[in-house]
């Protein structure tokens, strides 16, 4: 189950990474070292799923990485982006980290809604791209041979047994209980 989980979050990831990166102005990093860039480099971000991923010598290393753009790129701010954060915010990133102090005037924690509504200059960007998913999904299960490419496993079981007692679609139940503090998501 721990691997179908982080199997499930890599795709996750990647698939925010593309479509951010998709983004008129913007560029995934593939393997560069950052996730996402504005192509004049006034951007760099890391993007993580979810706020809790990292251990304490993680989260150094990748302040330092941050810190280490910004100081290269003098225009630059640079973000540590959690998609599931929880709550919505953007702010600076500061504190201690392993016991030391860092900060640094151009190096920020953002919410997955605030960073797609940040890229894309629209407020609600990422209920926005929510909302279209299911269209995306049946475009897809139905060119896909669904006997192939679909497996049962627990965690859509379970999602599945939720839903039945919740009365939410699929998607419903899985952004309510992950995104209901977020911009537009209270429109559910």
């Known amino acids: 189950m721990r691997q179908i989980d982080k199997s499930i979050n890599n795709s996750i990831g990647t698939f925010h ?11 995934a990093g593939n393997l560069s070292g950052y996730d996402i860039k504005a192509q004049d480099d006034t951007l760099f971000a890391d993007i993580k799923n979810k706020h809790n991923t990292m251990n304490s010598s993680a989260a150094e290393a990748l302040f330092q990485k941050l810190a280490r753009y910004a100081n290269d790129y003098k225009k630059a701010k640079c973000y540590w982006v959690q998609i ?4 919505s915010f953007c702010e600076l990133w500061s504190g201690n980290i392993n016991g030391k102090e860092y900060s640094h005037s151009r190096v920020y924690k953002i919410s997955g809604d605030q960073f797609y509504a940040l890229l894309s200059e629209q407020e609600d960007a990422m ?3 929510y909302k279209a998913l299911p269209i995306a999904i049946k475009d897809y ?7 192939k490419e679909i497996a049962e496993n627990s965690a859509l079981d379970e999602i599945k ?3 039945k007692k919740s009365k939410r679609s699929i998607l419903d ?3 309510f209980e992950n995104y209901s503090y977020y911009l537009g998501f209270d429109r559910l």
């Open 173 to 175: 139940q899985i952004t």
């Open 84 to 87: 599931l954060a929880k709550r």
């Open 127 to 129: 209920f926005q791209l």
């Open 141 to 147: 299960l139905t060119s896909a041979d669904q006997k």
């Open 161 to 163: 047994s939720k839903t």
């Open 17 to 27: 990474e593309q479509i951010l990166g998709g983004i008129k102005g913007f560029e």
